[in-house]
């Protein structure tokens, strides 16, 4: 997540749950490879208020499936990077995807909040998976979704990563640290195009060519791409009716949580009472890190990621 964009997190009444498939575009790299080709769209039928469009996903690799769910604001490229980690411990298929009006998906019909989104990340795991075993990693609220996903597929999922996760979408329920600027580079913001300056600054903590880069590559793309309007129906509706974590009681496969030490927008001391819930949980606060958290400190973030994959491919062996 990159551009803060939060409602007031009211709940509204969960919808009724319904039987449905979804149409989607693919993108499936040559394992090792740059680019990538467009592939055509996988059996199904279109997801509601689609309008025959679909979801948009890149499919790289083969083995044990991966699901990494993006935050608010960005699109997939935001947790591409991070796919090399897999790729090099080999046995994943890693499934990176846009959520409804982000990136190339096309957005939710109205009310398109969060509680339609998570139905909506249901209906697609389960398209994708049927019935496989699979691990998520997920950022910001991507990671909200995740817990949300693994709560509903308790059985299917062998772990689930957390980077910067939000714990509670209400903003008032979070403890946070001041924002903080490590290391400023105006030189650098005044070399950069105005609008492209005032994103990067926003959640920079360490301003610097190199951060710019990864934030250009990784965020930039998919803050121009998101649809504004499904942003604010999703700010209208920025709360599930019940957080899943009761619901993951007793979930004792491999955890890891992941923050950042000037993460001012989800703080680090929430994730840390939350990563008491779970026996296997690994829980990492990251200095010099903020909300892009693998734009930051991407070969802590990649450390992490993989001592935790080796960990979720011992568990699918003996699922």
């Known amino acids: ?45 279109q997801a509601p208020g689609s309008q025959g469009a679909g979801t948009h996903f890149v499919r790289r690799g083969s083995g044990v499936p991966v699901l990494f769910v993006h935050g608010n604001g960005v699109d997939h ?21 846009d959520l409804p009006g982000f990136g190339r998906t096309p957005a939710l019909p109205a009310p398109g909040g969060l509680p339609e989104i998570a139905e909506w990340l249901e209906a697609t795991a389960r398209d994708l998976l049927g019935e496989r075993h699979f691990a998520v990693v997920g950022a910001s609220l991507g990671a909200l979704l995740t817990r949300e996903l693994a709560a509903r597929l308790k059985e299917q999922c062998l772990g689930f990563a957390l980077l910067a996760p939000v714990v509670d979408s209400v903003r008032d329920h979070r403890t946070l640290p001041e924002p903080a600027v490590l290391v400023e580079d105006a030189a650098l913001l005044r070399s ?75 703080g680090f001391h929430d994730q840390w009472v939350l ?33 935790w994959a080796e960990q979720v491919a011992e568990r699918a062996d003996n699922p």
């Open 1 to 45: 997540m990159s551009i803060v964009r939060n409602g007031a997190g009211e709940a509204g009444l969960h919808p009724a749950r319904s039987v449905r498939s979804v149409c989607f575009n693919v993108e499936r790299d040559k394992e090792g490879g740059i680019g990538m080709s467009e592939r055509s769209a996988l059996q199904g039928i």
């Open 77 to 97: 490229r935001m947790l591409l990077e991070l796919d090399t980690v897999f790729e090099q411990i080999g046995g994943w298929e890693r499934i990176h995807f």
């Open 192 to 266: 950069l195009d105005p609008a492209d300056a005032v994103d990067y600054a926003e959640l920079a903590v360490i301003q610097s060519p190199e951060n710019w880069q990864r934030f250009r590559d990784a965020v930039l793309p998919g803050v121009r791409a998101a649809d504004e309007r499904a942003m604010d129906r999703l700010a209208q509706r920025y709360a599930l009716p019940t957080l899943p974590d009761a619901q993951l009681e007793g979930f004792d496969k491999p955890v890891l949580i992941v923050a950042g030490r000037q993460d001012a927008v989800v």
């Open 275 to 307: 990563s008491q819930r779970f026996p296997h949980a690994t829980f990492a606060v990251l200095d010099r890190a903020g909300h892009n958290i693998s734009i930051d400190q991407p070969e802590a973030v990649a450390g992490l990621l993989a001592r």
